[in-house]
């Protein structure tokens, strides 16, 4: 069995990998979350990693290959010289390796505990609250006996 890359129809990426995998084709539609800044605040939105492209593992003998054409969501199979461009094992291996990698570092999540490195509260612990903008966080400080909301610069924060 092999790899190989299918380019769906415009905006039908789902519809192309259900009848894929509902023919029983080992289907493959890596896809990241991406955050956005719409307004001041930031949106995390999933987004395809190979816009327009899935992957599918079938043997090159398979007699499913000729309803390929057919399913409803594909719009062709990215060929070279009429032959299935075939796309090496190692290749997809290492992209789930990174998007596992990618979901396990990840971004800051409320409730995590930062270390504040510069300016005046430089040395305390804080907890993330939210994102304040682009560059921005909001985190609470105990200080004082009171936690205090204060918005600081991202580079001046790392988990810890």
């Known amino acids: 069995m092999a790899w190989y890359a299918v380019q769906h129809k415009p905006a039908q990426p789902k519809r192309a990998l259900a009848n894929l995998e509902y023919q029983g084709i080992e289907c493959f539609y ?3 979350d991406v955050e956005t800044i719409r307004q001041g605040k930031r949106t995390i939105k999933r ?60 971004g800051i999540k409320a409730g995590d505990r930062m270390e504040i490195l510069e300016g005046p509260f430089r040395g305390l612990n804080a907890v993330f609250q939210e994102y304040d903008g682009e560059t921005r966080a909001m985190v609470l400080i105990d200080f004082l006996q009171k936690q205090h909301r204060v918005s600081m610069d991202l580079q001046n924060v790392r988990p810890g």
Do not use: C, M
Not at 53 to 80: C, M, Q
């Open 47 to 106: 987004e395809p990693l190979f816009r327009g492209y899935l992957f599918i593992n079938l043997e090159l003998t398979d007699p499913i290959w000729h309803k390929l054409r057919s399913t409803r969501g594909v719009a062709k199979v990215v060929s070279f010289v009429n032959k299935p461009a075939v796309i090496e094992d190692g290749i997809i291996n290492q992209i789930r390796e990174g998007l596992e990698k990618a979901e396990e570092v990840g």
């Open 30 to 32: 890596p896809e990241i």
